[in-house]
């Protein structure tokens, strides 16, 4: 029995299957996207009671009992207005292919919780566990000092 | 890259736990945080037939104050340990090297024993441990014993835990008056394993000279190494930045035989061993002699080098 | 391309995205011509149900090859518009203004017809189809130049190398870029941005290390090293615009350019940095302990 | 035209909502009712004889729904089509050796698919993958691109008489005479190499064929929809309105999802029409460094002639390029290097020789950039050696031998990879050129700031190109 995104739900499951892989298939929660399944690129981050895991790197079997949040939990389903911090995204092209996105969101949830005004070098920090091919990290940096410090996008 | 197929148990006391492992014996494996096994299952060159999940067993996981030392349970999370004022004051060292550990996503998961148990060469913890002469409890269904940090390591992810022997605890005596402790290394990306890392502790005598010093280095072996040769140097000596830099060059060239792999050549890492064993000598001094008397002071800057 | 009776634009385009922006890139191309908002135009890419003719994605010709089309498809259907509105506002094409999803009699913007509205009249269910004219405001419209149009640039970076450890910092990247028109230079730039991270992947992290038996020693993100946030400057860009003669947008590409000259500045700026006569770099990758190695032999 | 301005300005994207929200459908995202999954056992060798691969076993494992080798495949089986030709280069050599799906008699690098597994999910196809039994006799592999070319090495392909994949030359004016004009002669060899593209979102192929209404849905990461619809079409005999490919959001390209018919493309298609189920393969990370195409090094031995003032009169380059062990996409990225050496300068006399070299690696193919690298890398460390043999500063020797505004369209004769002579439309160098060192603040820096910061101990440089 999981909880996620505020849903419970009842499965049985093999135990070798991931936690990514549950989520994905037996949830249909494609929000969640999977890029190396061996805890480098971060895309498959989700919340594991409202800390940042590695959902590659975990058992189904081991969220039994826990509250899981995904991507798709900051718009309840999905559907509702975006979460500022998805906003702010939007507003300083902190996406490319958005591949990488979701994992990235799910990171900068609890960080922003844990410093609510972060400078440079600790967004850089934290944004250092999730990899990203297309943006080059500037426009995502730019994002997240939008969404905590209203620091609108160097535009030109 | 799924794992293969295990069967698994989730047991909610050591006791149940342990039981399990002799049940099993080489075919069980403990999982703990997962940070290291899972990858290596996913990728299939780890196939445990049987799976022996600790997270349940609250029992394990706690950060005690032991006197003016410390216990912690193995199956605590890296992440508690960083953010624990406990450790921060008992053990500065191991504060300053947690932010180094991977990324905040693992160390959410990851655990100390975990990681200790692994004992991977260019892991953190093992050095930290060597350097703070941490004493490991072992327990099995047979009984319980200390294992000293010196004796735990055998080599390549190999430690003295025998088959059916759990890591239930860490414990790590109190520094002694007058000490500094620094940690430092060396890694390609910030998180990535380390090419090089050092883990020092000085104290010094009531005049201020080096009274006693353990450099422990991680990624230039098949173990952390404690440089023992660059120890002799620091005995009885003040500190000094001369003295910081012939200690780096005796531990670069006496204590370690350190191996070349794609990311780095064994000279590069011999020169990495002698600059980051001095910068950190330096530090160690540096906070041994403005604590003086208040134990090892907090690390100002939480920035890991890079 | 259509305009559907509701009034939003649909257009299909033969090439695939990969996170280029095309949807708003060459929304913004069509919104321009026709008037419209860029919400109001939905584009499908990548389906070869919706367009049947087209290459792809590759070369940094998205916006070459498919925005110029795009640009012609929809002045095709603005001549439709321009038809049909004289017609029903009994008024010359040249007195006719295209603004906010309608067309209007220049200065009488109250009276004119919304797009959707002139869409339903422009449906031959509604009457007959008159002989020698088509049906609906659509248009479909195909571009390939001649030859490929060059795009040009210059990059500049400072660097700071630890001598002792020969570690390797940026502390400033510039790029000065002329990819002839810009069509949004917020996507130019995330453009620019990600190639130069390429680029400085590929100069001093990324190496595929073959032993002799043609083994991957690193398939892995453990030892196969993508630079991370905290491996990339920021990048400081500017625009020039030397329009390409060979299409109508103007336009030649961005993509691949922030790749492309990061190793040669990489090798020059650490050789400046580090000012040892000897020491000449011809190699690419470069790592610290590499760079140790270089050090070393040029003393 | 006086509706609002559009083109030029900085549209936030319509494209985000659906990224941000988790509702952006990627190909691994697809989910059907009955669906299969696949894993190919891959090559352990980088050049072996294969001489049998018994599926036996893994067919005979629960959950597992077919298991193909090359021989079940029959005429299906035939060697990818030739994507890119090469351009008509005078005296041209060229060799065209294309993937095949699954490999028959010979393995040629680290990753070649042997067998296609294909049960009810990815982690029942992995344990398939240990059942199949190969005989394969490890052959020694070609690696260095110098040992390859010498003699008696081993072949990729023995039908060839060497691994020469291609040999092209192309001039432009009379090196040789301007070399006697020579000031300065600087010659150096270089080693430029590339990596893998490494876009987070692996490949991934999903197809579902509907006999009812006959016709076949591929959901590809590819790069190029149409194309794989077309070749499909012929592969599997179907008209091209039976067959709709959709590449839907893809997770970065970067060049590798270009790469057609890899045999992924060719084999999911036909497995969920034979089977009459959908299919779906993801690759996994480990599977894309060894299964998707990416770029690797080149090897040149380059020379650059010049007068007293800096200005060029010549180069020559001689180079190897690693193509791994196919080229289905021709020469384009040998002659990107060899074009795009020549940069924004004037050049009147190059002679530009290479030779692409067969090895048992994964095949290379462009990746962003696509051989353009190379070249730069070239002319701008030669050009570096020369303005310090010289005495001449680095952005000064630069700017003596940029074109000039008045000189497009600029004609630079050799064939580019469009079969076209390379003929620059237009450009305006120069002005960009001085903007960077404004921006960089070159000047300032070389004469004041980094003598203090050297006297500081400190190694700070500044780079222009």
């Not at chain 1, 591949?99 to 440079?120: A, K, N, Q, S, Y």
């Not at chain 2, 295990?6 to 049940?23: K, M, R, S």
């Not at chain 4, 439309?425 to 910061?453: C, K, M, N, T």
């Amino acid at each position: 029995m999981v909880t996620v995104n505020g849903a419970r739900y009842e499965r049985t499951v093999e135990p070798r299957l991931l936690l990514s892989d549950f989520l994905r298939n037996e949830l249909g929660l494609t929000g969640t996207h999977v890029g190396c399944e061996h805890g480098v690129c971060g895309a498959c981050t989700v919340l594991l009671d409202g800390e940042a895991v590695r959902s590659c790197l975990m058992f189904a079997v081991q969220a039994d009992g826990h509250a899981v949040t995904t991507v798709e939990g900051l718009t309840d389903g999905g559907g509702g207005p975006l979460h500022p911090l998805q906003a702010a995204f939007h507003e300083a092209h902190g996406l490319q292919c958005g591949f990488c996105t979701p994992g990235i969101l799910m990171t900068l949830v609890p960080f922003l919780r844990d410093h609510p005004h972060p400078d440079e070098r600790e967004i850089r920090e934290a944004l250092s566990g999730n990899l990203c091919r297309c943006t080059g990290y500037q426009n995502i940096v730019a994002a997240v000092r939008l969404a905590s410090d209203g620091i609108p996008t160097p535009g030109r | 890259m799924k794992p293969a197929p295990f069967d698994y148990f989730a047991p909610g006391t050591v006791d149940e736990a342990l039981a399990l492992l002799a049940e099993h014996g080489h075919e069980a494996k403990p999982l703990a945080g997962g940070q290291s096994l899972i990858p290596a299952m996913n990728f299939r060159l780890a196939r445990p037939q049987v799976l022996v999940d600790l997270n349940q067993v609250a029992a394990l996981s706690y950060i005690r104050a032991n006197g003016s030392g410390l216990a912690i349970g193995a199956m605590t999370r890296q992440r508690a340990v960083e953010r624990s004022d406990l450790v921060a004051r008992a053990a500065p060292l191991l504060a300053e090297a947690m932010p180094s550990i991977a990324h905040p996503q693992i160390r959410n998961r990851g655990t100390v024993g975990g990681s200790l148990a692994h004992a991977d060469p260019s892991a953190e913890l093992p050095a930290v441990a060597l350097a703070l002469e941490t004493r490991f409890r072992a327990k099995s269904v047979t009984g319980e014993r200390w294992i000293p940090a010196g004796e735990f390591f055998k080599g390549m992810l190999e430690t003295a835990l025998e088959p059916g022997e759990l890591l239930v605890e860490i414990a790590i005596p109190p520094l002694p008056a007058r000490s500094g402790t620094a940690f430092l290394e060396m890694a390609r990306r910030h998180g990535d394993y380390a090419l090089v890392g050092v883990a020092a502790v000085v104290t010094l005598d009531a005049s201020g000279r080096c009274q006693a010093a353990r450099v422990a280095l991680l990624s230039v072996g098949d173990g952390p190494v404690l440089a023992s040769e660059a120890a002799t140097v620091l005995a009885g000596q003040a500190p000094a930045a001369e003295l910081a830099r012939a200690a780096g060059e005796r531990a670069a060239s006496r204590d370690v035989d350190p191996p070349s792999d794609i990311h780095a050549s064994a000279a590069y890492r011999r020169r990495l061993v002698a600059v980051l064993t001095r910068r950190a000598l330096e530090r160690a001094f540096e906070r041994a002699e403005k604590g003086s008397g208040e134990r090892g002071a907090v690390p100002s800057d939480r920035k890991p080098s890079s | 391309m259509t305009v559907e009776p509701g009034g939003r634009v649909r257009l299909a385009t033969g090439v695939g995205t990969q996170g280029q922006g095309h949807f708003t890139a060459f929304a913004q191309i069509v919104a321009e011509v026709l008037g419209v908002d860029v919400a109001d135009v939905h584009v499908i890419t990548g389906d070869t149900r919706e367009f049947h003719w087209g290459t792809g994605t590759f070369a940094s010709r998205g916006a070459v090859v498919a925005g110029s089309a795009c640009q012609a498809a929809a002045l095709r259907v603005r001549e439709k518009i321009l038809e049909l509105a004289s017609h029903e506002l009994e008024a010359s094409k040249a007195d006719l203004v295209l603004a906010g999803g309608s067309v209007h009699v220049r200065g009488d913007p109250g009276a004119g017809i919304t797009l959707g509205a002139l869409a339903v009249k422009a449906n031959p269910l509604r009457g007959a189809v008159r002989p020698g004219t088509e049906p609906g405001l659509e248009a479909t419209a195909y571009f390939g130049p001649d030859r490929g149009s060059t795009a040009s640039g210059v990059h500049a970076m400072l660097v700071e190398v630890d001598p002792e450890t020969a570690q390797v910092e940026i502390r400033r990247y510039v790029v000065v870029h002329d990819c002839g028109r810009v069509i949004n230079p917020m996507i130019v730039d995330g453009q620019i941005h990600g190639g130069v991270a390429h680029g400085i992947g590929n100069a001093f992290y990324e190496q595929l290390v073959y032993d002799e038996d043609g083994q991957l020693l690193n398939a892995s993100f453990m030892d196969y090293l993508l630079p991370t946030a905290t491996d990339v400057p920021r990048v400081e860009t500017a625009h020039r615009e030397t329009p390409s003669p060979l299409n109508p947008m103007g336009a030649k590409g961005v993509g691949e350019a922030g790749a492309i000259p990061t190793g040669a500045l990489f090798a020059q700026a650490v050789e400046d940095a580090l000012g040892r006569t000897g020491l000449e770099i011809c190699e690419i990758p470069l790592s610290p302990s590499r760079l140790f190695e270089l050090i070393e032999e040029a003393r | 035209m006086e509706s609002r301005r559009q083109v030029g300005e900085r549209v936030r994207r319509t494209e985000d909502a659906r990224l941000l929200t988790g509702r952006a459908l990627f190909v691994d995202d697809v989910r059907l009712d009955g669906m299969l999954h696949v894993a190919f056992l891959r090559s352990q060798h980088a050049h072996a004889r294969l001489t049998g691969v018994d599926a036996t076993a893994a067919r005979a494992r629960p959950g597992v729904v077919a298991v193909y080798t090359a021989a079940d495949l029959g005429d299906y089986w035939r060697p990818g089509p030739l994507l890119v030709p090469p351009p008509p280069i005078a005296g041209l050599v060229f060799n065209a050796c294309t993937q095949v799906p699954l490999a028959k008699e010979k393995l040629r690098h680290v990753g070649e698919p042997m067998a296609m597994v294909v049960a009810e999910s990815r982690y029942l196809a992995e344990d398939a993958l240990d059942d199949i039994v190969v005989e394969a006799e490890p052959l020694p592999a070609v690696v260095d691109l110098e040992a390859a070319l010498a003699k008696g090495a081993p072949r990729v392909h023995e039908h060839l008489p060497s691994n020469l994949a291609a040999h092209a030359v192309q001039r432009k004016g009379d090196y040789a005479r301007a070399k006697q004009r020579a000031h300065t002669v600087i010659k150096r060899r270089f080693r430029y190499d590339r990596g893998a593209s490494a876009a987070i979102e692996n490949r991934a192929v999903a197809a579902q064929w509907d006999p009812r209404a006959e016709e076949l849905t591929v959901w590809d990461t590819t790069q190029a929809p149409i194309p794989i619809r077309n070749g499909l079409a012929q592969l599997l005999g179907l008209l091209e309105s039976q067959v709709r490919v959709v590449a839907p959001f893809v997770g970065g390209g970067f060049g590798p999802k270009i790469m057609m018919y890899y045999p992924e493309e060719v084999l999911v298609p036909w497995a969920a029409m034979k089977l009459g189920r959908p299919v779906k393969w993801t690759e996994d990370r480990q599977e894309n460094f060894f299964a998707t195409t990416q770029e690797r090094g080149q090897i040149h031995d380059a020379e650059i002639t010049l007068d007293q003032s800096g200005k060029i009169l010549g180069v020559r380059d001689v180079f190897l390029h690693d193509t791994g062990a196919y080229d289905p996409y021709g020469l384009t990225v040998p002659i990107n290097s060899q074009c795009t050496l020549l940069g924004p300068y004037e050049i009147p006399n190059y002679e530009s020789e290479f030779t692409a070299v067969f090895t048992n690696k994964t095949i290379v193919t462009p990746v962003r950039g696509a051989g353009r690298q190379h070249g730069v890398f070239v002319i701008e460390r030669l050009l570096d050696f020369a303005a310090k043999e010289l005495g001449i500063d680095r952005a000064e020797i630069r700017r003596r031998n940029l074109l000039r505004r008045d000189q497009f369209p600029f004609n630079n004769e050799i064939l580019f990879q469009d079969s076209a002579p390379l003929t620059y439309d237009s450009g305006d160098y120069e002005p960009a050129l001085d903007q960077a060192l404004e921006l960089i603040d070159y000047h300032r820096f070389v004469r004041e700031e980094q003598p203090r910061l050297r006297t500081a101990g400190r190694h700070v440089g500044i780079g222009i190109v």
